[in-house]
């Protein structure tokens, strides 16, 4: 059939993304912190290609992705744009709840089967969040982090933007392991991920336009602050937003010209940045 | 999915404080630890106050608007510190000169970066919600800016005590986002990609100041 010679071929080529994710991610040193509670230095090994991917993308976007997302934004009412992004969110809410149990997080399961049967059922097929149960985005990327897989080199995938390899691997994963995916497939009905995707994707991004806009006409290196944004943002997400473990950046160290600090407290004299750090932990490994 | 978790960060990115109404909230009186967190929390709540009536002052042109702007900057933010935070471990490498150069450079850099974002900024309120004690110099404020449309936006200030006995904010965290860490990571990749040098990062953001300052 076509959606099996599509899916094969899919397959082929997110494996191989997927592939070479992993054999990046090969190079993590040992003993790193997975979720990185402790904050890294940012491993872009393969930092020409990704940002030649990025170019590559912001003219994709340029081209054909921000003016469909102008479009979207600017024609369509408030209600419907919501109406569009809780239906793409509901069908998510399967694949969520999945992740959710596979991390160990009853609770957050439980709200996404809550929500997906509640909207599903009372909100029109997903169209209204009668739930309003404000539920977490879990993906598969997101589960391999709570089982302790390290994040893994940054990637600049074409189209899909700014990943790490682990998470890369992620994307596949839930594209097969998606119910809604499985039961399209079942039903014959095809191209479901392909527009889920798609809906996806022009929703998110009408509503990011001017936020992205700006801190781009704000940077000095776009895609270095992309790359930061989206490693905290990342942490944050598979920290679930938990503030209290959430990393903040180390100052712990002392000006020159400020008076020496006492005896006791010599060793904030030194800066203490990741470099010290992360060598003192490779020599202690 | 993660692009709107992106577009809801970038969008808090973009925003700044200026509250048109202040929620008061009450805080338990314990004992000294609170009165830190009290400070702290002043701190933000008067420079809240001030941003939001120098937004809204239409007697002031732009260019007193920005000079009352770094007012505040260096009043509240130690901006040395930050500075120096993110340059990070080419701080060490910098002369005297290029050091002064810079943070005479950042601190433009961030008057004009964050001016804008301000002055986009309307009908939000802001919500201190509590402080957090994080070591012995600092404090963490937590608060939310609300939204007509949409959900709160996550805010949370960085306060510290500098060596003076001054209490100082030395990050904004938006989202779980810290902007400090987002500046240096930012201009780390500029340094990098220009053989190391500080001057390359000062010329970058000189010329981008030309560029944007209209």
Redesign the interface.
């Known amino acids: 059939m076509n959606s099996k010679k599509f899916k094969s071929t899919l397959l082929g080529g997110c494996l191989a993304i997927a592939f070479a994710g992993l054999l990046g991610g090969c190079t993590t040193p040992p003993g790193e912190d997975p979720k990185n509670v402790v904050?890294n230095e940012?491993q872009d090994p393969l930092e020409p290609l990704n940002r030649y991917f990025f170019d590559v993308n912001q003219a994709i976007d340029a081209l054909a992705l921000k003016p469909v997302a102008h479009i979207y934004r600017d024609a369509l009412p408030?209600g419907v744009k919501d109406s569009v992004?809780n239906f793409?969110?509901n069908l998510?809410q399967p694949i969520y709840f999945l992740n959710n149990i596979a991390q160990g997080d009853l609770d957050g399961a439980g709200d996404n089967m809550g929500s997906f049967f509640t909207n599903t059922f009372l909100g029109f097929g997903g169209l209204f969040d009668i739930a309003q149960l404000?539920t977490d985005?879990e993906?598969m990327g997101q589960t391999f982090a709570v089982w302790g897989i390290p994040e893994g080199p940054y990637l600049v995938l074409p189209i899909l933007?700014p990943n790490s390899s682990r998470?890369a691997v992620g994307l596949v994963g839930d594209h097969f392991a998606d119910p809604i995916n499985i039961v399209a497939h079942h039903n014959d009905v095809d191209n479901v991920p392909l527009i889920r995707a798609l809906g996806?994707?022009v929703?998110?991004?009408a509503?990011?336009i001017?936020?992205?806009d700006?801190?781009e006409?704000?940077?000095?290196?776009f895609?270095?602050?992309i790359?930061?944004?989206?490693r905290?943002?990342?942490?944050?997400?598979i920290l679930d937003?938990d503030?209290a473990l959430?990393p903040?950046?180390d100052?712990s160290?002392?000006?020159e010209d400020?008076?020496p600090a006492k005896a006791d407290s010599i060793s904030l004299l030194i800066?203490e940045?990741e470099?010290t750090v992360s060598d003192q932990r490779k020599a202690t490994n | 999915?993660?692009?709107?978790?992106?577009?809801?960060?970038?969008?808090?990115?973009?925003l700044f404080v200026s509250p048109l109404a202040l929620t008061a909230t009450s805080f338990a009186s314990y004992a000294q630890a609170d009165e830190k967190a009290d400070a702290a929390t002043e701190l933000v709540d008067r420079l809240g106050k001030e941003a939001v009536k120098l937004l809204a002052d239409d007697s002031k042109d732009v260019s007193q608007k920005r000079a009352e702007f770094n007012r505040l900057l260096a009043r509240d933010f130690d901006m040395?510190?930050i500075g120096?935070?993110v340059l990070?471990?080419n701080?060490?490498q910098a002369t005297e000169e290029e050091r002064e150069e810079y943070l005479t450079v950042f601190q433009d850099y961030i008057v004009?970066?964050y001016q804008?974002?301000i002055g986009?900024y309307s009908g939000e309120n802001l919500n201190i919600l509590k402080a957090k004690e994080?070591n012995s110099k600092e404090q963490?404020v937590?608060s939310e800016i609300i939204r007509p449309?949409g959900?709160a936006i996550?805010l949370?200030w960085?306060v510290?005590r500098n060596?003076a006995g001054e209490l100082k904010i030395?990050?904004i965290?938006v989202?779980?986002?810290?902007m400090?860490?987002?500046h240096?990571?930012?201009?780390?990749?500029?340094i990098s990609?220009n053989g190391g040098k500080i001057s390359s990062?000062i010329d970058?953001?000189k010329s981008?100041l030309e560029d944007?300052k209209s």
Request: proline content about 3%; hydrophobic content about 35%; charged content about 35%.
């Open positions: 904050y940012v408030e992004s793409f969110s998510s404000d985005k993906d933007g998470e996806t994707g929703d998110a991004r509503r990011a001017e936020p992205l700006e801190i006409k704000n940077s000095i290196d895609y270095a602050a790359r930061s944004l989206y905290q943002n990342r942490k944050s997400e937003g503030t959430t903040l950046p100052i160290f002392e000006l400020d008076e800066e940045d470099d | 999915m993660k692009m709107i978790r992106m577009a809801s960060l970038a969008l808090a990115t973009s040395r510190l120096r935070f990070g471990k701080w060490r004009n970066t804008k974002r986009e994080l963490l937590n449309n959900p996550k949370d960085r510290r060596k030395v990050d965290i989202e779980n986002v810290s400090a860490l987002t240096r990571e930012e201009f780390s990749a500029v990609s990062l970058k953001l981008h944007t």
